[in-house]
């Protein structure tokens, strides 16, 4: 009788923050910046322009098998930094179920990067906010509209030179000032008993 | 709002009942935050409302904008409708909203020529 022998091998350790930072400082030396750790998280702070190369092949090497994007976002450094914004991906890979953190240096005049959607699939409305809050243009992204303000509103909340109150009232959203105004002619009819 | 409407409260014993539509409906509660970007559709709800109608602000955020003084909030309902209680509180209790209603039931019974002609 043939015993077919079945080995199923679950790998529950993953490798160290550190080493994953090593190993993409061996693969990419030109696009690794700096290394930066806080609380044992580790962060890896890479060029823009090989972004998605960095970032494919963390998905695809087998030993690293970064198959989740936790999150996608920005960071505006403004004052703070000479390179204005940050985009920032957390990894994670359910196999090996080790973390890392990616953040790409995006510089203000020329607010652009690769899209990473053809390596996750579920980048695409992380990228559409990450747009419609910081303004950052993700290139090759399937369809990059804004994703929570309205689509003609102008200007990106979440950066730090946007104002915290709010654009003033006559320079505001139109489909809200003209309810405003629209409202104000209609009050002549309200019931006044 | 879900708990004043449940047995333990109860507005149906005051003669409030929830309604499917705005078509049918004497007042409309707004309860939360509204948004800019919501102010165009909670007006077209309300306009939707044949008269005589009445709107209820129900929560700080309704009322007043609440702690969100940002760039997508609106400032309290009262901008774009004509509010005629204000239920206060983060979130109001249900004693609170029941109160509201009566009180607007209350605005209600002593309007006069508003129902019909001779009311």
Known sequence: ?193 | MMAVGASHYDFDRFGIIFRGSPRQADCVIVAGTVTKKMVPVVRRVFDQIPEPRYVVAMGSCACTGGVFRTYSTVQGCDTFLPVDVYVPGCPPRPETLLEGMMMLQEKIRNEQARWSPWR
């Open chain 1, 1 to 193: 009788m043939a015993v077919t022998e079945v080995r199923i091998s679950i790998h529950t350790t993953g490798l160290n923050p550190k080493d994953i930072a090593e190993k993409i400082k061996g693969q990419f030396p030109d696009q690794v910046i700096d290394v930066a750790e806080f609380r044992d998280q580790v962060s890896v702070i890479i060029k823009r322009d090989q972004a998605v190369a960095v970032l494919k092949y963390l998905h695809d090497d087998p030993v690293l098998s970064f198959d989740h994007l936790q999150d996608l976002t920005a960071v505006d450094y403004k004052g703070k930094k000479d390179i204005r914004f940050e985009v920032v991906y957390n990894l994670y890979s359910t196999r090996y179920r080790h973390h890392i953190r990616i953040r790409a240096q995006v510089p203000e005049n020329d607010t652009k990067i690769n899209s990473a959607v053809p390596v996750w699939s579920g980048a695409d409305w992380h990228e559409r906010e990450c747009f419609d809050m910081f303004g950052i243009e993700f290139t090759g992204h399937p369809d990059l509209r804004r994703i929570l303000m309205p689509e003609d509103w102008e200007g990106y909340p979440l950066r730090k030179d946007y104002p915290l109150k709010g654009p003033e009232l006559d320079k505001d959203w139109p489909g809200f000032t003209d309810v405003l105004k629209r409202s104000k002619e209609l009050r002549e009819f309200d019931w006044e008993g």
